[in-house]
């Protein structure tokens, strides 16, 4: 993808039935940017990031952010912000198909 362009990040959201799909949209010593596709019963289990900080943004479908205390609701236009070294993840509860948005600075060139 050519870059700078307008485009729907979903369009490019890759599905795997033995884990979460994953697609970079951009990615440069600054910042990745990238799609998490989820199908029912997948998660992402709890990590964190040591230098980075973590944006996601639900595009699609409903699940639950996961936190080292916390499990919080998730739907389309919910955000959560990971600052480094908070424990995160992502559960897809649902019988339909999640789609998140992942941004990471700085990217993990």
Known sequence: MDHPS???PEAFAEFR????GKATLFESDRILVGLNGFEP???HDLHAH???DKVYQVLAGTGLFLLEDAELPMEPGVMLVA???VPHGIRNTSS???VVLAIL???PR
């Open 6 to 8: 307008a485009f729907r």
């Open 17 to 20: 039935p033995d884990k979460m």
């Open 41 to 43: 019963g997948q998660q």
């Open 50 to 52: 040591a230098g980075m």
């Open 83 to 85: 600052p480094e070294g």
């Open 96 to 98: 339909e198909r999640l």
């Open 105 to 107: 600075a700085p990217g």
